[in-house]
């Protein structure tokens, strides 16, 4: 597969397109004829559900945006072989790759980090790289990272080894993004929660600052008695969006707390710390025979 489909989308797009519930004997030949007709394929990838009835899904990347949406436009809840099929725009898992850390296979064993970094060092600026060691033996595993400065010169590297030159020289590294790590993870989606909310109250603030369109007319009484309680309505709704954005900044700083919660304390010590609370704790039934004893 191609690195459009895979790896290097960033945003939504018609070109790339996900499709769904396809029949359980269908295979490759089949998902590339079905959407054939609508336009130059650059890419394709097709796949199982490893559980349930094992339909089929995959991507299409189109030549252009056009044919993408009419493919979504025409097969979209379609039946084939009994079996509505669902086609709509594929999303980019960016989250979970890293924009600058790629990720190296079939590293030849003899290579140390140094000749990792000079290797890549020719095509693109390079800040670190690493590769992987087995601890008990001291032995390479045939896979390491490389820290690029920046997305393009990730995006450089990456096309230059998984296009034209990657077997030049007897080398065949296969390079992709490396993935982030899962705290990582947590924490850049609470970020990214953070950010929003903290943008949608600087806008707020921004509407509540600028002028009002009547504001004379709001300043006296008798104008607004025929109305009613529309103002009283207006004033909630203005005390309430106040309100939203530090309900939501709250929410999302425990959100953050969690994350740095869930980061630090592993699985395993918490469970050594209820074992220890369950062994302090004393029983209902020793309390009990303790009173008897006295009693008697």
Same mark, same amino acid.
């Given at each position: ?30 998902? =590339?004829?079905?959407? $054939? &007709?609508?336009? !130059?394929?650059?890419? +394709?990838? *097709?796949?199982?559900? #490893? ?79 690493? =590769?992987?060691?087995? $601890? &008990?033996?001291? !032995?390479?595993?045939? +896979?390491? *990272?490389?820290?690029? #400065? ?147």
């Amino acid at each position: 597969t191609s690195n459009g489909v895979t790896r290097e989308r960033h945003s939504t797009s018609n070109k790339v397109i996900f499709v769904d519930n396809l029949p359980s004997h269908w295979f490759k030949k089949e998902f =590339v004829e079905l959407f $054939r &007709r609508f336009g !130059e394929i650059l890419d +394709v990838k *097709f796949m199982k559900h #490893k559980t349930g009835a094992e339909t089929g899904y995959g991507f299409i990347e189109f030549d252009t945006e056009a044919s993408g949406r009419m493919a979504i436009a025409e097969l979209h809840w379609s039946v084939i072989d009994g079996r509505n099929i669902r086609v709509s725009r594929a999303k980019p898992s960016v989250a979970k790759l890293s924009c600058t850390n790629l990720y190296i296979e079939n590293v030849p064993l003899d290579w140390t980090n140094d000749r990792l970094e000079s290797h890549f060092s020719k095509i693109c600026e390079v800040t670190s790289a690493r =590769v992987l060691i087995n $601890r &008990r033996n001291d !032995e390479s595993q045939g +896979v390491g *990272f490389v820290h690029c #400065k920046s997305h393009d010169d990730a995006r450089k590297a990456l096309l230059w080894f998984n296009k034209k030159h990657r077997e030049k020289n007897g080398l065949q590294l296969n390079v992709k993004f490396a993935k982030l790590p899962r705290n990582k993870r947590k924490a850049h989606k609470c970020q990214k929660v953070f950010d929003k909310v903290q943008d949608w109250d600087n806008k707020s603030q921004c509407v509540e600052d600028s002028p009002k369109s009547h504001p004379e007319s709001s300043k006296e009484g008798d104008v607004f008695h025929e109305v009613g309680n529309e103002v009283d309505t207006s004033q909630s709704k203005q005390n309430s969006s106040k309100q939203k954005p530090q309900d939501y900044m709250k929410s999302c700083g425990k959100l953050l707390e969690v994350c740095s919660k869930s980061t630090s304390r592993s699985p395993k010590n918490s469970r050594r710390i209820k074992r220890k609370k369950r062994r302090a704790k004393p029983t209902g039934k020793r309390k009990s025979t303790d009173c008897d004893s006295d009693a008697r």
